[in-house]
């Protein structure tokens, strides 16, 4: 069973506007949870990184969330431009080995 | 700074032929490093990790195999190719807080 979970699976969002996705994990304990955004064809690029004791991160437009109590995060995305239509993965990083879970992804299309 | 190259960005390969696909890290000291393969539409999927020369594991069954002979070097080898084997393959490296990824070879077994 898959570590990450991630939400919605996809989504379109007209561009400027607001959007929010989801990560849960199961990973215990952890080392850090991250977010990448990647572009079709290419590799992730990493936007934010938290460790257990961070609560919130933000980069630019991007504002990643967590709540290591209920091992939730969520990467917002604020005033979407067309250029943020990519997929965005969660992955979290055990704390003893460092391996790596991913999330599926979320694919996020967004539209003039 | 940290680099991690990977190479070739394409390949087209008949069924039945050899594979190797080789991803170097630069700018750090034994790091953790992956292989990922990504189907059309689809998530990330972790093949092999490695957390030391000569040290892989395998995290699902399947035709290929990957060895790491230094330190910042690791290899993704198969004997002979399948239509399956087609993806994106990604390879990356982790370090405590960092972790960075190649830019993926779009392998198309014919």
């Known amino acids: 069973k898959n570590q990450v979970e991630q939400s919605p699976q996809s989504l379109i969002i007209l561009e400027g506007k607001n959007c929010t996705l989801q990560?849960?994990?199961?990973?215990?304990?952890?080392?850090?949870l991250r977010w990448y955004k990647q572009d079709t064809g290419r590799g992730p690029v990493s936007l934010t990184i938290m460790t257990f004791s961070e609560n919130t991160k933000s980069n630019g437009r991007y504002t990643a969330t967590l709540d290591a109590d209920t091992k939730q995060s969520s990467l917002h995305i604020t005033a979407s431009q067309l250029s943020d239509s990519a997929s965005y993965i969660c992955v979290v990083s055990h704390i003893n080995d460092y391996k790596l879970s991913f999330g599926a992804g979320t694919t996020v299309t967004v539209r003039a | 700074s940290q680099t991690i190259h990977q190479w070739p960005a394409t390949l087209v390969q008949p069924v039945g032929s050899p594979l190797s696909l080789e991803c170097t890290v630069e700018g750090t000291s034994n790091p953790n490093l992956y292989w990922y393969r990504q189907a059309a539409g689809r998530g990330l999927q972790l093949l092999f990790y490695s957390v030391g020369i000569g040290q892989i594991s395998s995290e699902v069954p399947q035709n290929l195999s990957a060895s790491r002979p230094q330190d910042r070097q690791f290899i993704l080898s198969s004997k002979k190719l399948l239509l399956s084997d087609s993806g994106f393959y990604l390879c990356?490296?982790?370090?405590?807080?960092?972790?960075?990824f190649g830019q993926g070879t779009r392998l198309t077994v014919v």
């Open positions: 990560c849960n994990y199961t990973v215990s304990p952890f080392s850090n």
């Open positions: 990356a490296w982790s370090l405590v807080t960092e972790a960075f």
